[in-house]
């Protein structure tokens, strides 16, 4: 278990809706990211967040935001869904606010499915 | 071509075989990482280089900066070492995934 929770673990959804997903990252750590992982575009860095701010911005379409609360858990706004953003979406956590130079713990992910 | 490619894609090995996967990149990096992912999904992070080499358990990973290249190996491996191993490199502020490499150990 890394400490890093998500919900919901699935969701099923009609094109066009909007979903959020949550994250809550181990505690004691500051940064939050999310990821995709399709079948066809394998694994995705979205975006990360530190300490509420926004980090830095990876392959993140615009239909999607996310944001990090004072509590430190974040959430990911997916709308106007499309068949294409099936995917399952993972959410890890690190200590600092450094790109990609600490250990990250991963969650269990949340399996998107759009109909 | 991708910037990030692992070789090979799948493989498949006897328990006890010495095993090694490679990453290969054509971007600077600030750092490289090693993921697992087991068969339900999860998702675990196994190293962090940013230089040299690391040992876990029966796990080292190595890197080499100027080749721009690196290296997983395993050691007497197991069936439960069967998973999806993952190279992904930190490059101007992205993370960028290899496409994974599929390992099966038989018993």
């Known amino acids: 278990d890394s400490g890093v929770t998500q919900t919901p673990k699935h969701l099923i959804t009609a094109t066009g809706q909007r979903v959020t997903l949550r994250c809550s990252p181990r505690?004691?750590?500051?940064?939050v990211y999310w990821y995709q992982q399709s079948l066809d575009q394998g694994l995705q860095f979205l975006i990360q967040y530190y300490n509420g701010e926004e980090r830095a911005k990876g392959n993140i379409l615009e239909r999607f935001s996310a944001q990090q609360f004072p509590d430190l858990h974040s959430e990911l706004n997916l709308s106007s869904l499309e068949l294409g953003d099936s995917a399952l979406y993972f959410c890890?956590?690190?200590?600092?606010?450094?790109?990609?130079?600490?250990?990250?713990?991963f969650g269990p992910g949340t399996r998107l499915t759009v109909l | 071509k991708n910037e990030v490619e692992q070789s090979p894609q799948n493989l498949t090995a006897q328990e006890g075989e010495f095993i090694t996967i490679n990453c290969s990149y054509s971007?600077?990096?600030?750092?490289l990482h090693w993921l697992q992912q087991h068969p339900g999904g999860g998702i675990v992070s196994l190293f962090m280089?940013?230089?040299g080499k690391k040992k876990h358990g029966r796990l080292i990973a190595t890197i080499n900066i100027q080749e721009k290249h690196s290296s997983l190996h395993i050691t007497a491996s197991h069936p439960r070492d069967s998973a999806v191993y993952i190279c992904?490199?930190?490059?101007?502020?992205?993370?960028?995934f290899g496409k994974g490499t599929k390992l099966s150990v038989k018993p």
């Open positions: 992904a490199v930190g490059s101007q502020g992205n993370l960028i």
């Open positions: 971007v600077g990096i600030s750092a």
């Open positions: 280089l940013s230089s």
């Open positions: 890890a956590s690190s200590p600092t606010g450094a790109h990609f130079t600490d250990t990250q713990y």
């Open positions: 505690s004691g750590d500051l940064s």
